[in-house]
């Protein structure tokens, strides 16, 4: 089985862009999770989606958006960017529902913001 | 955000060395997760456990979910080169319907003695 994969891997914007980074979920999972990774703060949360639908948001600023589609792929979005958006972004899927909720990860996107 | 109390922060290891690191919450989890990320990828799922007390192992890795459900251990035995890495707790909480977001410690960095 595939694993989750994240495009594109790196990315290089400057302040006041907008981005969108895509997510594969492994096949057959329905939920997919969005995580930010940077040295100063870890790994926060950022969104879950489960069947199109946002089903928990954590503590960012409206500028950081996402949706699902009705293939679990997912995207997130981020506008107006700021210095401080350099990070990691990960998303990771679980099955959902009797399917469990252990999260897998891919491999991330690396957005530089200059 | 929140985040668990991990430690140690890093460790320098040399081969056949046992390997000890915790995780502490003032909060209640339902699952407990630790993940090792290499440089330049996305966590990997190590173990997964779901009951208080539960002690799981996978090969030389060896983690349990304590009683309390504020904490849990991850012992690694024999330790060889390429178990260098950071090793990231993670807690979950379901509640309504989500699956509950993951809460991160900050890591263990494990390196080799020079």
């Known amino acids: 089985k595939a694993g989750v994969t994240q495009t594109p891997r790196y990315l290089i914007k400057t302040r006041g862009q907008q981005v969108t980074l895509s997510c594969s979920p492994i096949?057959?999972?329905?939920?997919v999770s969005w995580y930010q990774q940077t040295p100063g703060q870890g790994l926060q949360f950022l969104f879950e989606?489960?069947?199109?639908?946002?089903?928990n948001k954590g503590n960012f600023p409206g500028r950081f958006s996402g949706r699902q589609f009705s293939n679990s792929r997912s995207e997130m979005n981020v506008s107006t960017l700021e210095l401080g958006d350099s990070a990691l972004y990960l998303c990771?899927?679980?099955?959902?529902?009797?399917?469990?909720?252990?999260?897998?990860f891919g491999p991330g996107t690396r957005l530089t913001v200059l | 955000g929140q985040q668990l109390n991990q430690s140690p922060q890093s460790m320098f290891i040399q081969e056949g060395e046992d390997v000890s690191m915790n995780c502490t919450s003032s909060?209640?989890?339902?699952?407990w997760l630790w993940y090792k990320q290499d440089p330049g990828e996305g966590p990997v799922l190590l173990i997964a456990?779901?009951?208080?007390?539960e002690l799981t192992s996978n090969g030389r890795l060896t983690a349990q979910f304590g009683i309390t459900r504020k904490d849990s251990f991850l012992n690694i035995s024999a330790s060889i080169p390429s178990d260098v890495g950071i090793y990231f707790c993670?807690?979950?909480?379901?509640?309504?319907?989500?699956?509950?977001?993951?809460?991160f410690g900050k890591g263990t960095k494990l390196s080799v003695k020079p």
């Open positions: 990771a899927s679980s099955p959902g529902l009797a399917g469990g909720d252990t999260q897998y």
């Open positions: 096949s057959g999972h329905r939920s």
């Open positions: 989606y489960f069947s199109e639908t946002q089903r």
């Open positions: 909060s209640i989890f339902n699952t």
């Open positions: 456990l779901y009951k208080a007390g």
């Open positions: 993670a807690g979950q909480r379901r509640y309504g319907g989500s699956q509950g977001n993951l809460i």
